[in-house]
């Protein structure tokens, strides 16, 4: 079993940045892949960026390609998702998840946190 919680999200002006966290306890944190997905009011949860269990792999949505950054501490069994430039769009509620490989898809994770709300204003 893994627990996953996240942290860091808040209220931003446009262009501005956060970071988010995300902590996980149970399992070896190490192993597992983590990713992390958001959902925006009256839409699909959507694939943000993903990181393989040893940090080397990244995968990012285009959509926020250039802008967040994921890396995690495996010391610290915390997974991070720095977000510079933020636009209104990406107002959302982000959710940390954990997989067995780095993956866009979201059925391939089998543990979710409960979420972490994100409001960038204009």
């Known amino acids: 079993q893994v627990q996953l919680v996240e942290s860091g999200g808040g209220l931003v002006q446009a262009g501005g940045s956060l970071r988010l966290s995300c902590t996980a306890s149970g399992r070896t944190f190490g192993n597992y892949a983590r990713g992390w997905f958001r959902q925006a009011p009256g839409k699909e949860r959507e694939f943000v960026a993903s990181?393989?269990?040893?940090?080397?792999?990244?995968l990012y949505a285009d959509s926020v390609k250039g802008r967040f950054t994921i890396s995690r501490d495996n010391a610290k069994n915390t997974v991070y998702l720095q977000m510079n430039t933020l636009k209104p769009e990406d107002t959302a509620v982000y959710y940390c998840a954990s997989s067995l490989t780095i993956s866009s898809y979201a059925p391939t994770y089998g543990y979710w946190g409960q979420g972490t709300q994100v409001t960038v204003s204009s």
């Open positions: 990181i393989s269990g040893s940090g080397g792999n990244t």
